[in-house]
């Protein structure tokens, strides 16, 4: 999701399509979101944010617990752009991260740490990292 490369996006949609991951909605969602920030068509774009916006918000109403989620949605949100009015859960989401960030999977601690780097909201300060 961090590349920005529209093939690498579209490959990742394809194995997940073909898997049975647990939370695959969720994944599906945030890189159908991806997808539309890399197509050149307004209409494809909006359709694609859509498309997967659906898809995140349902996967977050089965699985609020789910960290991974609200973190894909944070970086989401971060980015998008305001005509799509996406960005109201953003604190929530931040809040949700640092209270559940020691409980995560070091793979996905990294991940975040890595996005705090560039991220206007969520910094490695608040994750409270020893």
Do not use: W
Not at 45 to 53: Q, S
């Amino acid at each position: 999701m961090d590349k920005g490369d529209k093939k690498a996006v579209e490959d990742e949609l394809a194995l997940l399509k073909e898997s049975d991951v647990k939370g695959k909605m969720g994944y599906t969602g945030a890189l159908l979101m991806k997808e539309a920030d890399l197509v050149k068509r307004p209409k494809r774009k909006l359709d694609l944010f859509i498309a997967g916006r659906k898809l995140l918000e349902t996967a977050l109403l089965t699985d609020y617990e789910n960290t991974e989620f609200h973190f894909l949605r944070l970086t989401v949100e971060e980015h998008a752009p305001k005509v799509v009015h996406y960005h109201s859960d953003i604190d929530r989401d931040k809040s949700f991260i640092v209270a559940k960030f020691k409980d995560m999977l070091p793979v996905v601690q990294k991940a975040i740490l890595d996005y705090c780097k560039e991220s206007k909201v969520l910094h490695v300060e608040d994750l409270q990292v020893q």
